[in-house]
């Protein structure tokens, strides 16, 4: 062996064990919390266990958590959980190689673990008719814009975790929400217009409930379940004996990543309405004379006034909170007396959160209304049967492709069969790496690189064979068949790639997730036949002593 | 000397063939009232429901949703009685008088309050409240018709399940109406009088809800007419831009001829498979696209394995025509052929028979056009390209 072929070595067992490792929050177990409330009874508990009798579930009890661990648990089954009497909160604990690697696990998507899917667009005619002109392609992207912040700001009365909510184009949004129960109550979450108000901050009982909330609340998270959240801000004012006037509510921040909003610490607002969302007339993001990223607005003649009186002397170095549908979503200081209904929120913002914060105001201004013209449901368990049923069908056809290409190939066969268990890996594990979310087309186009990658090996023994033939010796035989080969799997596979990259770039949805997995599929076919089978090939032809090759 | 096997000998009469085969499939289909479009591409809704009660059938199904003019299939396990139904977006939105709409339902207490303006124009709503759970509301509304009073506005609303009761100011017309939207039907399940959503999909599941207990709605789609063009147009454009760009890349790595050659297989496979569908009364939607995007794949492969080879045989510069050059390169790489066909024919036939509904219409096209994207390969890819190089050196 040449130190070549010794590195090569080194570096194909490397790829391998990384593989593995980053596929392992997938296709490994997934541990479960179910957490029960004080209330749950032994009936609750056991029609949970119930639910996990069935699948090879394993599952244990320890005072007020029950731990489910098993393959089959998906987000879907997670909310699911969540609705059942008794229980607080579910949650899928994070595999450890999802923490010490940052990887990612492949989700399942909607079609295969049960849940819904809504593609909703604005009003564009009502607006038109409004404004009383037509609008522009930059108009219709920026309400859209507007629509998408004003979802993600209810996103909890969907009542499921792992959401996900983002434009499609510039025309349209796509929500998807695994495993929800009551379709109809997000339908009507979504179609109710925003209601955007202008409150005075009460420092004295907002510090109050600071100090409360350092003192008991420390690290902990807020819970994601507006029941809970609305029971912890019934605490506070308690706590801190809030007057009638006052209202407790907390202040939320958008996560930079996923865009989903949190709630982050309470803040004691009057209840009296300072101004009200329709006053306010635009909101623009601008800079100010100091260069700085502002978010100017112009209030309507009559909001003139109002803010006026809201940002009066008395109130200067007070907060003015802007609540979105009972949610705080920024507390500028007043700094002046704003009476030329026109001013500035300045804070140091990135040109992100001044459009965001822009985009809430005019929801005041202008709300928008939407319209679903897409809607899917899936039951969990009809998605549970097609995975299912779709997992059984891989292993079989698999367990056939194997059997045929021993019998057919001998050992070469088994090769083939190593790379392409191989294969499936590396593929699987890119997917893990895009954090892919795996849907029928996917399995299609994952189908179909698997039938290409049989035939890159089929391709290469053929023309071994054929060069056998001719009379020459295995180890010219196996670098002819190779490298001519080489040329018929690139320029087939090549094409089918341009194909692939074509849906992926310009197609939607579903047809983007067969792409996904067919351009993975193919390019790691191509690095499995041409490189690590070959090398094994090359490491066989240093055998001088071998007669006959087993093919 | 290896036997070279002539597949070219009956070139004509395949060709002819090919069309014969071709025209039968469209008449077939125009037979059974051509193609079969999914709701993804027209518009629609579509609901997989099963049926506690055994002597539900797809006659009965249909004869009860006939307002709605469905498609109802039975799938599965019949043990589960579950049936797909499906509506497109014309026949399901129409009203009462038979006018097509696209409207979206109103929201409840929306459509409660349109009620009553409707009959007392001049009222005004005070006030509206949520009540103790999400479908139930407490509006106070003011009338200044002085013959509203508590019964004539229940009556109004006698549609929904409400209780008026006046407000203690005597002095104004005002009232509390409490109203509850829950219809809880016999499943537990709700299907309540109107959402934001397509309104056909509501009124669907509710004359379900209303005839049989034991629904269980197992899924339920909705496709609007904007969508379902914009994917269709979006299919339509994809495929021709791949089918383009793989085109040019044919002529950049091998010659004009063999693009020539892959593009005439490619359009062959579309128009065969898509005709199959529509002989089968398969729904062309999303995943029936993928397949054939699958299989046009799969073929392209097969084709450019062919002629890579007859490309490296022509190299060798013998005397030999250029038929018996493409003749010999489909015989050396036969054994490949059938090798690869038969392993992606098993794991598509295991799909087809174990893969679940889900994959069920998906594997069946794909078996099918595996078989004609063999076919396509040797006998009208190949061909077309010696007639092309024919052609030109005349």
């Not at chain 1, 010794?6 to 490397?14: C, E, S």
């Not at chain 1, 009296?272 to 635009?282: L, R, S, Y």
């Not at chain 1, 060069?467 to 490298?483: H, M, Q, V």
């Not at chain 2, 009088?193 to 629904?215: D, M």
Request: charge should be neutral.
């Amino acid at each position: 062996m040449t130190k070549g072929m010794f590195y090569k070595t080194i570096f194909i067992i490397a790829i391998i064990a990384l593989s593995v490792l980053l596929i392992l929050p997938t296709v490994g177990t997934k541990k479960m919390e179910i957490t029960l409330t004080d209330a749950a009874t032994a009936g609750n508990i056991e029609t949970i266990r119930k639910k996990f009798s069935e699948g090879g579930y394993k599952f244990t009890e320890k005072g007020k958590v029950l731990t489910v661990e098993g393959r089959n648990i998906t987000d879907a089954i997670m909310n699911e959980m969540k609705t059942f009497d008794g229980v607080a909160d579910a949650k899928i604990l994070k595999h450890w190689v999802e923490r010490v690697f940052l990887a990612k696990k492949i989700n399942l998507g909607l079609d295969l673990q049960g849940g819904m899917y809504l593609s909703l667009q604005a009003n564009f005619d009502g607006i038109e008719k409004k404004i009383g002109r037509t609008l522009t392609e930059a108009d219709k992207t920026e309400i859209t814009q507007q629509a998408l912040e004003l979802l993600r700001n209810r996103i909890d009365k969907f009542g499921v975790s792992e959401p996900s909510i983002r434009p499609r184009g510039n025309e349209a949004i796509e929500i998807q929400l695994p495993g929800v129960k009551d379709p109809a109550g997000v339908k009507k979450a979504i179609g109710t217009t925003g209601s955007l108000e202008y409150r005075l901050v009460d420092d004295k009982y907002t510090e109050a409930a600071a100090m409360w909330f350092k003192n008991n609340y420390k690290d902990k998270q807020i819970s994601d379940d507006p029941e809970a959240q609305k029971t912890l801000l019934d605490e506070i004012s308690k706590a801190v004996a809030l007057p009638d006037t006052m209202e407790m509510l907390f202040f939320w921040e958008r996560d930079k990543n996923t865009g989903v909003i949190k709630p982050l610490y309470p803040m004691a607002l009057l209840k009296e309405i300072a101004v009200k969302g329709t006053d306010i007339k635009e909101a623009t993001v601008d800079r100010d004379e100091m260069q700085q990223i502002v978010v100017a607005f112009k209030t309507t003649p009559e909001g003139a006034s109002k803010f006026a009186q809201a940002t009066a002397p008395e109130n200067k170095g007070k907060k003015l909170a802007i609540v979105l549908d009972n949610k705080i979503r920024n507390a500028p200081h007043i700094n002046e007396t704003i009476s030329s209904g026109a001013g500035n929120i300045s804070g140091g913002f990135a040109y992100d959160e001044a459009m965001t914060l822009a985009r809430i105001i005019k929801e005041g201004a202008l709300p928008v209304d939407l319209k679903i013209v897409e809607e899917r449901t899936v039951g969990p368990s009809l998605g549970q049967d097609s995975i299912e049923a779709g997992v059984k069908a891989f292993a079989i056809g698999l367990i056939g492709i194997f059997i045929f290409s021993l019998a057919y190939y001998k050992l070469g066969g088994l090769f083939a069969d190593i790379g392409l268990i191989l294969n499936i890996i590396f593929v699987l594990a890119i997917l893990s790496l895009l954090g892919f979310t795996l849907t029928l087309p996917g399995i299609a186009g994952f189908l179909l690189s698997t039938a290409m990658a049989v035939d890159a090996n089929v391709l290469i023994y053929e023309r071994i064979k054929e060069e056998l033939k001719k009379g020459k010796s295995i180890r010219i035989a196996i670098i002819n068949g190779f490298d001519r080969a080489f040329w018929t799997i690139f320029d087939s596979n090549l094409t089918t790639l341009l194909a692939a990259f074509i849906l992926f770039q310009y197609g939607t949805g579903p047809i983007k997730g067969f792409a996904v997995t067919l351009f993975v599929g193919i390019i790691v076919s191509m690095f499995v036949a041409l490189y690590v089978t070959r090398f094994v090939y090359e490491l066989i032809s240093l055998n001088k002593k071998m007669k006959k090759l087993s093919l | 000397m290896e036997r070279t096997i002539n597949f070219l000998k009956y070139k004509n009469w395949i060709f002819i063939f090919t069309w014969v085969f071709i025209a039968v499939l469209l008449v077939l289909t125009m037979l059974r009232g051509g193609f079969v479009w999914g709701i993804d591409f027209v518009g629609g809704h579509k609901i997989i429901a099963s049926f506690e009660d055994k002597n539900v059938n797809e006659g009965v199904i249909r004869t009860l949703l006939k307002d709605f003019n469905p498609t109802v299939q039975q799938v599965g396990d019949p043990s589960k009685n579950e049936y797909i139904i499906t509506t497109k977006l014309e026949t399901a939105d129409k009203n009462k008088d038979g006018v097509a709409s696209t409207s979206t339902c109103l929201i409840k207490d929306d459509l409660l309050k349109r009620t009553l303006f409707e009959k007392y124009p001049l009222v005004s709503f005070v006030n509206i409240e949520n009540g103790v759970d999400q479908d139930s509301y407490r509006i106070t509304a003011q009338f200044k018709d002085s013959s509203a009073n508590e019964a004539s506005i229940k009556d109004a609303l006698n549609a929904y399940n409400v209780t008026v009761q006046r407000s203690a100011n005597q002095s104004i017309n005002e009232y509390i109406i409490m109203a509850s939207f829950t219809q809880k039907d016999k499943t537990g399940s709700q299907v309540a009088a109107g959402y934001i959503g397509q309104c056909g999909l509501e009124h669907l599941k509710l004359a379900l809800g209303q005839k049989y207990s034991g629904v269980h709605i197992e899924s339920e789609e909705t496709v609007g007419p904007a969508i379902g063009e914009y994917l269709r147009k979006s299919a339509w454009k994809l495929t021709l831009m791949a089918i383009i760009l793989m085109s040019i890349y044919l002529a950049f790595r091998f010659e004009f001829k063999y693009s020539v050659g892959g593009m005439v297989s490619l359009i062959h496979d579309m128009i065969i498979s898509i005709a199959f569908c529509g002989v089968m009364g398969i729904e062309f939607d999303i995943q029936i696209l993928a397949a054939l995007l699958t299989l046009y794949g799969y073929s392209i492969n097969d084709t450019i394995v062919i002629f890579d080879r007859i490309r490296e045989t022509n190299q060798l510069k013998s005397k030999i025509t250029f038929a018996d050059v493409i003749n010999k390169a489909i015989t050396q790489t036969l054994s490949r052929t059938i090798l690869t066909g038969v392993t992606t024919l098993f794991a598509l036939l295991v799909l087809f028979l174990v893969g679940g509904e889900a994959l069920h219409n998906f594997a069946f096209v794909m078996l099918f056009g595996i078989i004609i994207g063999t076919y396509s390969s040797v006998y009208v890819a190949s061909p077309v390209v010696l007639w092309w190089e024919k052609w030109r050196s005349r």
